[in-house]
């Protein structure tokens, strides 16, 4: 009988010995820091991002290489590489949904011309620092379930069968990169895996530039005495809390998969998905699903600090994602699923345990 592997249980291959993490200064990538550091004391750890990336408490330069750096701009990419010796990747840095609609050269230059530029600084890397023989990097880029459009909150996304035609800026950007991850995989110069990463809940810090910031907005902000804005409905009793079907993650199990993305063995995942791309698997929730465990967990006074107001942008951009996607693959290699009935439920607390220390704002 095959055995659920716990959260912990994922060993890197021996020859990696450092991890690149870009994007280390956001959500997602300070988590991915925080479990890279956390389970292998030997790692070392190379954090860069266009912003300072967090410490995380740790002084010993060796251990975790912090840089600053534009990876649009060649010399500060190439700074990255020098002297290195770098077996995983972790292509994390980039413009969200919204931002990329709103600023349609910045999300060009950083989600399409940035990640080719780290792609191909990668294999300059692989060729300059490995023998023929030894294996090549691994390379696990986070792309988006936005690359499906031709959807609404109703449909149900099997990846086998439904054609991938972005409607989105953001989306077209994730796919044009998937695309070339995949070429550099067949081509052998890199070991790449592209997962399309579910809307990772509850983000913490401040509100993304994400068309889904909402979602993690309405139980963050009111968590915390503050308001927050629900841009998909004008009121409590809108249907549209219950239209807009959303396809989700918990933080912690979405973080795990995309570190179990580079450890899962390459010919099983090619045997299942011939193009590496994994969209990863998640959870249907309802925005009146998380305004009900908003009161459960923060009471029901906390209703009142969500302002409802519809905006057409954000509702433009919700309308071509699908509330629903087929798992199949993703758990057949492995991935982590969280669970149906009380999964949400748990990603409400971690965040209120890990992020508030445990403690809800009172009325
Ligand atoms: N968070 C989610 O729900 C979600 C869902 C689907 C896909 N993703 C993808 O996962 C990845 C991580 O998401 P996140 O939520 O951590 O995003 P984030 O916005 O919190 O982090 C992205 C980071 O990229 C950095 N960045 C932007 N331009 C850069 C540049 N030119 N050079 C270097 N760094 C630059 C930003 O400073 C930021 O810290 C992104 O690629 C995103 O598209 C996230």
């Known amino acids: 009988m095959s055995s659920i592997p716990t959260y912990d249980s994922l060993e890197l291959p021996s020859f990696v010995e450092t991890a690149l993490v870009t994007g280390a200064g956001g959500f997602v990538g300070q988590k991915l820091v925080l479990l890279l550091l956390k389970l292998y004391p030997n790692l070392r750890i190379i954090a860069t991002d266009i912003i300072e990336p967090p410490s995380h408490n740790v002084n010993d330069n060796k251990r975790l290489r912090n840089v600053k750096a534009d990876l649009n701009k060649p010399e500060q990419l190439k700074d990255l590489f020098e002297s290195e010796k770098i077996g995983v990747v972790f292509a994390l840095h980039g413009i969200m949904s919204g931002g990329s609609e709103q600023n349609f050269d ?25 023998k023929p023989e030894q294996p090549r990097p691994i390379y696990v880029f986070a792309s988006s379930l936005a690359v499906y459009g031709q959807v609404t909150p109703k449909s149900i996304v099997n ?20 695309m070339i991850v995949y070429d550099y995989g067949r081509k052998g110069y890199l070991d790449t895996r592209t997962v399309r990463l579910v809307t990772v809940t509850v983000r913490p810090g401040e509100p993304s530039s994400a068309a889904s910031s909402y979602i993690s907005g309405m139980i963050r902000e009111p968590l915390q005495g503050k308001e927050s804005l ?6 409590l009793e809108d249907k549209e809390l219950d239209y807009y079907l959303t396809w989700v993650g918990k933080t912690k199990t979405v973080i795990r998969n995309i570190l179990f ?3 899962l063995d390459g010919k099983k995942l090619v045997e299942i998905v011939p193009e ?7 959870i249907q929730i309802t925005p009146r699903q998380i305004i009900e465990t908003l009161i459960k967990y923060g009471g029901k006074d906390k209703l009142k600090l969500i302002k409802f107001e519809k905006d057409p942008k954000v509702i433009a951009i919700c309308d071509t994602w699908a509330g629903e996607f087929d798992n199949t693959d993703a758990v057949n290699l492995g991935f982590q699923v969280d669970d149906s009935k009380d999964g949400y439920d748990q990603a409400v607390k971690d965040f209120i345990d890990e992020e508030l220390g445990g403690k809800v704002a009172q009325a």
């Open 106 to 130: 910045l999300g060009y230059s950083v989600n399409l011309d940035s990640h080719r530029s780290l792609l191909k600084a990668t294999h300059q890397h692989a060729e300059l620092t490995l």
């Open 159 to 178: 990846p086998k069968t439904k054609p991938v035609i972005p409607e989105s800026s953001y989306g077209v950007q994730k796919h044009a990169i998937e």
């Open 230 to 235: 629900c841009p998909i409905a004008n009121s």
């Open 261 to 263: 993305a580079a450890i």
């Open 276 to 282: 590496r791309i994994v969209n990863l698997p998640g």
